[in-house]
Structures are given as C-alpha cells and as structure tokens.
C-alpha cells in the first residue's frame, strides 16, 4: 500500500467503524442524562416532601432499570426488597453484626443466582448493576452498626437510594447520606450544562478509542507483548468511557454538584494509570469510590486481624463481588499479590537508598536524602513505572475476546492461555521482587 492509498483507507476505516460506536454510545447515554435531568428538574422547581422526594428518585430509577435491561430488572428488585426485609429482621435480634450478616447474604444471593440461577448472558448484562446495589446494601448494614444512622430508614429512602438513576447503572457507589445531601442540593447555573458536555465528550472520545483507534495502531502480527499492551489499554479505555458517563449520568441528576455548581466527583484519573507511578496507585485512581467503600467498609472493619489479612480479605470480597468468575478472580488477587509486594519492596529501596521512591509520592518535609527531583529518585520511580506497566498489560490481556466471550464470561481456560502465551512472566518477577525484598 502505498502513502497516499493510506490516509484514504485509515479514514475509511475510522468513519466506518466511529459512526455506529459513537451512534450506539450516544443513544445509552442519552436515555441516562433524560431520566437523570427529569429527576433533577422535578426536585429542583417542585417543593417535595422528604419521603416523595425518595419515592420520585426511586420510581424514576426503577423505570431506567426496566427500559434498560427489560425483564432482568426483577433480580434487583427482588435483591433489594429481601435485603431490607433482612435488614428489619436483623435489627430486631442484634445490632451488632447486621454488617458482616448481610455482607455474607448478599454476596451469598449474587453467587447463588450466577450459578443456579440465572443464564450466563443475562448475568453479564446485570452483573454491575447488582454490584453496585450490594454495595450499596452492605454500607447501609455497617453503617447502622456503627450507628451512623439516627433511626431505621425507611422503605422510601432505601428504595431511593438503591434504585437512584444517577448510579443504579454505572455507578459509583455513594453512601446514603451523600445521597441524601444531593438529592436536596439546589442550583441552576450555565456550568452544570458545561460539565455535562465535557463528560460527555471525553466519554465517547474513550470509547471510539477503545473500540476503533486501539485495536489499529498495534496490528496482530506484532509483538505479543505489544499486542498485550494494546488489548490492555483498550479495556482500560472502555474503563474510562464508563467512569466518564457515570459521572454524567450524575451530574444530570445534580449529583456530585456543590450549591454553587461546582463538580466535587471524581471515579477515575486516566493520567495516573497510563502513566503510573506505582501498582498501589493504579489500584487507588482505577475506580476511586469503589477503592473508598472497600478501605472504609471491608480494610477497616478487618484491619484487627493483621495487615495482611485485611488486604486479602478486601481484595478477595472485591472479587466476590464481581461474582463467580477465575478472570476476575484471578486478576484481583493478583493485583493484591503484587501491589503489597511491591510496597514493602519499594519501602526498604527507599530506607536503603535513602531516595524518595516510594510507592506514594513523599511529602515535601520527608527524611530521604536524594529527593524526588534528583537523578537517583527519577531512575528509581521510572524503573518501577515501567514494571508497573508490564504488570498492567499482562493483567488486562485477557479481557480481550470475542463479543461472544464476553457475553457468556470468561473461563479459567482463557485466563490461563493468556498468561501462559506470556509464560506468566509478571507472576515470576512477582516472585523475584519478594526473594529481593527479604533478601534487604
């Protein structure tokens, strides 16, 4: 092919498959902001008592769920009404365990209906969905056992809070009370539009990225490694259109505005993961409330039980959550394996070095004698980012796969032959970063 054959073809290529991405992206998206500005529009100009204001949200919330994924709605319906009928019961016997009681039932609730209940597509298209209201049960839980809560809350305020539009979709988790502060937050202001438009932009710019750009920079004759990089870095794209519009989704609904319309939400920072300093920082920015519910909901509450158990114990309710799958599973605990080893690695390089590389940036005043500007600090922390890097494309690898694949989930054979392709190199350097650590 020659120069100026080139350009055409790529263009062609660009219009033919960046209409219908954007098309089908626009369209999911334009049903969230239509719902979401109604449910703003309504508490905005109509003075609403408190309960109709939570029986509004939730049977606007409801309506999106059921136009969204039809008859599949009822499973979240039927989660929530048992959850809070679980709830009562158990506010009745204790009120010291409702947390934990509750984390193993609902957990317990999603596997059960991923393996003997529902079909494998039809739980790939709720899965999230049911996530995001687990979540949402079990901060409520721990919640009323660190008595947070003045009184029981209502049927209303739960059914609000659950079937919220802003969230119920794609997220990110709030907690009730943030919820409730936004559901009465007022403002009418030019940049409320202005801040839905520039989600909405950079939203569908990651998924025509993700869908189009990616996949054509890096051919399949390349490299394996450069084919990983590029599978991985189109899942994370698609990452990022999701936080994107789950922030507009929000921010139609007022969500995550102050009164004077300034935008305090934040669920992912691309620049931090594409460009990474530290494993345990991609873990942080890759989905920030999500990263916030499991510190203050799962790391704190078994934090008694030793660092180390606390760290597992979040990663592996992380992957239950996600449900009954080795993909995610695996690349969870993976990622925890990883993230701690390099932490304590990167802990004793810097007391040894005595430079500024660990894997949170150091404050201004700290004790290390090479600071983060100087030669040894910039060699050190790009060493490191580039390994992180390596870890990021061999960890996302197998999220690539066909449309079927996805549809049906992902087996423990496809995890494995992804890895295996990369003779598990990231678990083997795992492996010599420890012998190192305990060798310092």
């Not at 048992?82 to 596997?111: E, N, P």
């Not at 687990?134 to 739960?158: H, T, W, Y």
């Not at 090479?370 to 197998?398: Q, R």
Request: with cysteine.
């Amino acid at each position: 092919m020659d120069e100026e054959e080139y350009p055409e073809n790529a263009w062609t290529y660009f219009a033919l498959c960046g209409e219908p991405t954007l098309s089908e992206g626009l369209r999911f998206a334009k049903d969230l902001i239509i719902a979401n500005v109604i449910l703003r529009l309504t508490v905005q100009f109509i003075p609403l008592p408190h309960n109709v204001r939570h029986s509004v949200c939730m049977v606007i919330g409801s309506f999106l769920l059921y136009y969204s994924i039809g008859p599949a709605f009822i499973w979240t319906v039927g989660l929530t009404t048992a959850a809070y009928i679980l709830l009562i019961l158990l506010s009745f016997i204790t009120r010291k365990w409702r947390g934990l009681v509750m984390s193993i039932a609902v957990i317990g609730f999603l596997i059960s209906c991923e393996i003997y209940v529902l079909n494998p597509k039809m739980w790939q298209q709720i899965r999230g969905i049911q996530m995001i209201a687990a979540m949402k049960i079990i901060s409520v839980a721990i919640e009323m056992d660190r008595e947070i809560f003045k009184s029981m809350i209502n049927p209303v305020e739960f059914g609000g809070y659950i079937f919220c539009p802003a969230n119920c979709i794609l997220g990110p988790w709030i907690s009730f009370h943030t919820y409730s502060k936004y559901l009465g937050v007022r403002f009418l202001c030019q940049r409320w539009i202005k801040i839905i438009t520039v989600n909405l932009c950079m939203s569908m710019l990651y998924l025509v990225l993700s869908n189009c750009v990616i996949p054509w920079y890096i051919d399949d004759e390349s490299s394996k490694w450069l084919v990983a990089y590029r599978d991985a870095q189109a899942f994370r794209m698609s990452h990022y259109f999701v936080s994107s519009l789950s922030i507009v989704s929000m921010v139609s609904a007022g969500f995550g505005l102050t009164n004077d319309c300034h935008c305090e939400l934040q669920v992912t920072k691309p620049l931090f993961i594409e460009l990474p300093r530290s494993l345990v920082q991609v873990v942080i920015y890759w989905n920030i409330p999500m990263h916030q519910w499991l510190k203050n909901y799962v790391f704190k509450s078994s934090q008694p039980y030793g660092h180390f158990a606390a760290i597992f114990t979040t990663y592996a309710v992380s992957s239950l959550l996600h449900g009954v799958n080795f993909q995610f599973s695996a690349v969870l605990l993976s990622i925890g394996t990883f993230s701690y080893i390099e932490y304590n690695l990167r802990y004793k390089v810097a007391s040894a070095l005595e430079v500024c590389c660990l894997a949170h940036p150091c404050i201004k005043q700290c004790e290390h004698k090479h600071k983060k500007n100087s030669v040894l600090a910039i060699i050190t922390n790009a060493v490191f980012s580039i390994i992180t890097i390596i870890h990021l494309a061999y960890l996302g690898v197998m999220f690539e796969a066909s449309f079927s694949v996805q549809e049906s989930g992902y087996s423990y054979f496809h995890t494995i032959s992804k890895w295996e392709n990369l003779n598990y190199f990231s678990h083997g350097f795992a492996a010599f970063m420890y012998v190192i650590y305990l060798m310092m």
